[in-house]
Structure formats: structure tokens, C-alpha cells
């Protein structure tokens, strides 16, 4: 029974912070805070929704759950409580910042049946939080993960991929430091730069320069493969679509399919890979159904790659394969395991 969330947004209420390239009520699409008879009847429906509940928490987003005011976490906490249980749901999950992660709050969450906590690390280079406002350094993410691993809560760590005066390096040593915390889960946001922010100041005055887009697609299929090798599960990969974020973005990495675009360069690399370790110059690609979209690419750029790297290939339908489970010409292909430069132009034209 693969897990799932009934997601419930907390906005910007409490955060004393005002991080570089936040803005929250834009990425939450709204002011509204919930209180308890918003998340009693989230719950309600979804409680009638949901067949089997045993994977499934109840889940705070959105905002800094542990520093909102302590009542108002006490009366969502509590409403929440209500639903977790035998033949409930099975606990709560919060995303928060590392630096309002202490024992008294771990106590708190521990009472109420919190099971998950994400924490927004952003990036593990002092400089970069700084350069960043986040108010917060890479020595409070290392506290708190040790203090969440202690209390037995799964932890979950939530990256930014591209932040004002991060660097590729940057990245892949953030994404290192992540894999070393162990955390159980991961996303990865590749920044976008909103409408009202300071990022959005920083790039209009020319002083905050991204990255090319190909360039963190490539760094985020990197990154999926030596996570999911460390057995780290990437929940989520690029902001959710939603027309709020569309119509205020100044610029960025945002794409409405932008995990897509890095599955399917995460697999053009590993058949191109594989094919001239193999020397093959004609490769029968066989696919579950599902993986159709990906393995082609986005507007067929993975095949127009592998045409133009000379190679021809035949796209054939196997449904007794699984999801990213691959075959060239018979022989099963680990496409989270092959990374790095193929020697061939991997960028799809
Ligand atoms: S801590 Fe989170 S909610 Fe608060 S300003 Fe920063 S990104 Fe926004």
C-alpha cells in the first residue's frame, strides 16, 4: 500500500522570517489560515475517501508548523489527534525549520501522534542561507535532524536547487551532506523566483544569475539517482503547477512537468551509457506502458538524443516491466545506477 497524504495547509501565519525567495501565500494560493473545524472537516471527507488508511498521515504544509503560535499548533494538533488511531490514520506529518525543532516541541508532537517531520534545510552552506535570509545555519539543521532521529520520528529534509550564490559544487556537496543526515525522504525544489521576493529584486538588478535550466535538470537526475542509491526516497521534484505560482513567476526552474524532464534524463543518460560501453549502435528499448512519455522525452527529445548521438533504437511495450525497469535488447538496465557523462551529447536538442 504505497503512502499518501490529506494535506492541509498553514500558509505564512507565525513564520517570523522572510526568507529570499519565499512567498508564501502565492505558493499555498491562499491567506486563509485553517483552524480546527477546517481541519476536522479535511479530515471527515477524506476519511470517508480513503479505503485503507494505514499509510496515510495527516499533513501540514505550507508554512513553519512549529513556529506558529503555540495554541493555534496545540488546537490543529489536536483536531488532527482525533482521526489517528486503530483503523485511522496513521499519524501527522508537519514540515518545519530546523531552528524551531527543540525537545519541549519534539515533546508536544510526540503527544499528539506526530510520526513525520520535514524540515526545510534549503541548503547546507552557511553562506548560501545567509546570502538567503534564512536565518538559520547548516550547524541547526545538523541539531535538529540528530534531536527528530533521536525522538524515532522519520525525518524528512526538503533542498532548494539553485538559490542565490549556491553553485553546481554547491549542490552536489549539499546533496552529500544530505545523504550523510540519512534523512528517510527528500524533495527537491529547483528555485523559482517569485513576484514580490527578494530573489526577484536580486535577479532584476542582474545580481543573482541562474544557472541554465539544462544544467539543473542534469544536477537534479544526478541527484535522484545518488539519493534513491542511498535509499532515500525523493517524494517530490519541482514545485506544484498551480495557477498562483504561473502568473507570479519572475523567473526560474519552473515547469509544470519538471520531474518528468529529469526521470527522462536520468534514463536517456543511462541508455546512451550503456549503449557505448556496449558498443551498440541499434538498441530495442522495451518499456512498461506508463514509462512511454518519459522514455521518449518531452516533445520526443530523448529520441531525437539518441538519433543524433547515431544510434537507432525501436521503443517496444513489455508490461510485465515495472515502473523505470528497462531493457536493451533483452539485458535489464538499473537506470538509477548509471550517472555521469556518457561520452556522448546528452542534452536533448
Ligand atoms: S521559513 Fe518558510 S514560511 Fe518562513 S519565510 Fe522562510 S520559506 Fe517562508
Known amino acids: 500500500m504505497k503512502h499518501s497524504n490529506v494535506s492541509i495547509f498553514v500558509t505564512h501565519v507565525g513564520c517570523p522570517h522572510l526568507c529570499a525567495f519565499c512567498n508564501q501565500r502565492t505558493i499555498t494560493g491562499t491567506a486563509e489560515i485553517p483552524h480546527a473545524d477546517d481541519v476536522r ?15 496515510t498521515e495527516i499533513a501540514f504544509f505550507g508554512g513553519s508548523f512549529t513556529a506558529v503560535p503555540k495554541d493555534y499548533m496545540l488546537e490543529l494538533l489536536e483536531a488532527a489527534n482525533e482521526f489517528i488511531g486503530k483503523d485511522k490514520f496513521k499519524g501527522i506529518r508537519i514540515s518545519t525549520r530546523p531552528d524551531y525543532i527543540n525537545e519541549d516541541v519534539l515533546d508536544i508532537l510526540n503527544k499528539y501522534n506526530v510520526t513525520s517531520i520535514e ?41 532548494m536547487v539553485g538559490l542565490y550564490k549556491s553553485s553546481y559544487e554547491r549542490e552536489l556537496e549539499t546533496m552529500r551532506k544530505i545523504i550523510a543526515l540519512s534523512p528517510r525522504t527528500v524533495r527537491i525544489y529547483p528555485v523559482v523566483v517569485l513576484e514580490g521576493t527578494k530573489l526577484a529584486q536580486l535577479y532584476n538588478n542582474n545580481e543573482y544569475k541562474l544557472m541554465p535550466f539544462e544544467t539543473v535538470v542534469d544536477l537534479c537526475a544526478e541527484m535522484v539517482c545518488k539519493f534513491k542509491n542511498a535509499e532515500i526516497d525523493v517524494i517530490k521534484l519541482g514545485l506544484h503547477s498551480s495557477e498562483l505560482v504561473q502568473n507570479n513567476v519572475v523567473a526560474g526552474y519552473y515547469h509544470p512537468a519538471f520531474s518528468e524532464l529529469v526521470y527522462s534524463r536520468i534514463i536517456l543518460t543511462s541508455i546512451l551509457k550503456y549503449a557505448v560501453d556496449n558498443k551498440l549502435k541499434m538498441l530495442d528499448i522495451s518499456i512498461c506502458n506508463r514509462d512511454h512519455s518519459i522514455v521518449t522525452g518531452h516533445k520526443r527529445s530523448n529520441l531525437n538524443a539518441i538519433e543524433k548521438a547515431g544510434l537507432k533504437c525501436n521503443i517496444l511495450s513489455d ?28 542534452i536533448p536538442g
Open 41 to 55: 472537516r479535511i479530515c471527515c471527507q477524506a476519511y470517508s475517501q480513503i479505503a485503507d488508511k494505514s499509510q
Open 119 to 159: 524540515l526545510g534545510a534549503q541548503s547546507l552552506c552557511d553562506e548560501v542561507l545567509e546570502a538567503n535570509e534564512r536565518g538559520h545555519s547548516e550547524n541547526d539543521v545538523n541539531n535538529a535532524c540528530k534531536l527528530i532521529k533521536n525522538y524515532g520520528f522519520e525525518l524528512g529534509l526538503q533542498m
Open 319 to 346: 508490461n510485465t516491466l515495472n515502473r523505470f525497469e528497462i531493457k536493451i535488447n533483452g539485458d535489464y538496465l538499473d537506470v538509477f545506477k548509471i550517472t555521469g557523462d556518457p561520452g556522448l551529447q546528452v
